[in-house]
């Protein structure tokens, strides 16, 4: 059994063939899939897959692309995280992708959003979903600072979540597991021009990987291209299993573990 730990099924072009989408999960043994919130706007979206699909669950947060819409306040966050069925806070994070015409300086509100994130995530303990690209310096400097790992002199646990559909360095990856978190591969491990991410999947120990297909994103080889569901995360863990040297069972069960072990509230 897979489950795939990042799927945006509440986006139109996937939410339109959700039994189908259902139906192909259950025939690869995708047994669970997690929903991720790019925007509140769209929570409820996210979270009516949630409550309506015994395999699918939920995350709140606001993506550090979209901007113009409405900003989270800590207080919101904690209280959707509540709900039933929302398992982790993200997805969150920082993308200097996009700058165009601005300056890193411009970027604060990026910087506060994740901040935002990072503080409700310790008041309710729930796992973060961290998006980072462009920008793993400053992704790492805040989660030191926000998530308790520069001071003791808080009562709050610690942030704890996952680096999701990495494609950092090995650095990164290092300095990602020693704050505690786990680092999820999505479809882009099956890319021709992904060797240096492979040497990076082979490095991060089995016991900290996560899988994702990011749908509708992303589709592994031989989907590259297509609309990517979470059937196909089955072709993210045959990589990985590769690249370890291992059954594609062996990698199915650990990622599967791993997951339930982060988002707990999958596993109840
Ligand atoms: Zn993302
Ligand atoms: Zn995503």
């Known amino acids: 059994m897979f489950i795939d730990s990042h799927c945006h099924l509440s986006f139109p072009e996937l939410r339109a063939q959700l039994p189908e989408i259902l139906q192909a999960m259950q025939e690869a043994r995708v047994e669970q899939a997690l929903c ?5 706007e769209e929570f409820d979206r996210v979270h009516e897959l949630a409550l309506a699909h015994e ?9 550090p692309d979209n901007e113009g819409v409405r900003e989270p306040g800590i207080e919101e966050l904690v209280e959707l995280s509540r709900r039933p069925r929302v398992v982790g806070i993200g997805e969150t994070g920082l993308d200097y992708y996009r700058l165009g015409e ?19 995530a310790r008041l309710t303990d729930l796992p973060l979903v961290i998006h980072t ?7 790492l400097a805040i989660l030191r600072e926000e998530g308790g790992f520069n001071s003791a002199a808080d009562e709050l646990p610690l942030a704890r979540g996952v680096f999701h559909c990495f494609t950092e360095t090995v650095e990164v990856a290092r300095a990602a597991l020693d704050l505690g978190f786990y680092i999820s591969f999505s479809g882009i491990l099956t890319f021709r021009n992904a060797a240096d991410l492979r040497e990076v999947a082979r490095f991060v120990p089995l016991d900290r990987c996560l899988i994702e ?24 863990a045959r990589q990985l299993a590769e690249i370890k040297g291992l059954e ?19 596993a109840a």
């Open 102 to 120: 601005r300056q890193l300086a411009d970027m604060e509100w990026q910087r506060e959003r994740f901040r935002r994130h990072i503080r409700a």
């Open 36 to 40: 991720i919130c790019t925007t509140l």
């Open 248 to 266: 594609i069972e062996a990698v199915a069960a650990a990622t599967r573990a791993n997951t339930l072990a982060l988002f707990r509230g999958m």
């Open 133 to 139: 690209r462009n920008a793993s310096d400053d992704t």
């Open 213 to 236: 297909t990011d749908s509708p994103y992303l589709a592994p080889v031989p989907y590259r291209g297509k609309t990517n569901t979470p059937a196909f995360v089955p072709h993210v």
């Open 55 to 63: 395999q699918l669950w939920a995350t709140v947060g606001v993506h």
